[in-house]
């Protein structure tokens, strides 16, 4: 070891805390971002530590929920999983239909990368009401997006829609279309923070340390 000139070292978990978080959001509404991303995830709220339980990016989402005021579990209370369209990394998105336990209104909640989920999107949510897109929209969210990446963010979009009755069709093509953007949330994962000092120590004794 005395005789290492390089150290590989990875990045999640090693150099990160693996624990993900939200820090930037674009949205007209963000209680209703909030509940289409926490919704729209598999990630439970732990009622003792009130800390999300799963997958570290759906976990970000509904802590970040849950730091804005909404509870998973109170939303699950009066919004109902009734069908969805698991995760998949070839599509890049997740949506659930839920339904309203007081007013019987069935809604879809979809979260996704942002490159595949704006362009399934034809309305936008703006003072409270979902109004066209336009291609003024579009450029400033692409604005927003290439702004969050460039800051070493992960960004997802969310988006929803809204039916008169349980669709027959629940596959992911019939129901990711007509989608009206919701929002985007950058997320980061924190260093720890002991890699400084220990990169340093590594450059002071002449090995050089390298992320892979």
């Known amino acids: 070891l005395g005789c290492a000139q390089i150290i590989c070292s990875d990045k999640t978990g090693t150099l990160t805390q693996n624990k993900m978080t939200v820090v930037e959001c674009f949205c007209e509404d963000s209680e209703l971002l909030g509940t289409c991303l926490a919704l729209s995830s598999d990630a439970e709220l732990d009622e003792d530590t009130n800390q ?20 998973k579990n109170r939303l699950k209370a009066t919004q109902r ?7 998949d990394s070839m599509r890049k998105m997740m949506s659930t239909i839920c339904k ?15 490159d595949v989920l704006l362009p399934l999107c ?8 979902a109004e066209p897109m336009t291609d003024a929209h579009r450029a400033e969210i692409a604005a927003r997006n290439h702004a969050m990446t460039g ?10 829609r809204t039916y008169d009755a349980l669709p027959g069709d629940t ?9 009206c953007f919701l929002g985007l949330t950058g997320m980061i994962d924190p260093v720890r923070p002991e890699v400084k000092a220990a990169i340093q120590q590594c450059r002071t004794a002449g090995i050089r340390p390298v992320m892979i």
């Not at 999300?52 to 509870?71: H, Q, R």
């Open 52 to 71: 999300a339980v799963g997958e570290p990016t759906e976990c970000a989402l509904v802590n970040y929920a849950y730091s804005i005021g909404l509870d």
């Open 81 to 87: 999983r009734v069908g969805e369209a698991p995760f």
């Open 100 to 114: 309203n336990e007081e007013n019987g209104e069935l809604l879809q909640y979809t979260k996704g990368a942002p």
């Open 122 to 129: 034809d309305r936008i949510w703006i003072d409270g009401r």
């Open 151 to 160: 800051s070493a963010l992960r960004v997802l979009a969310a988006a929803m």
């Open 171 to 179: 596959s992911p093509a019939a129901l990711e279309q007509h989608l």
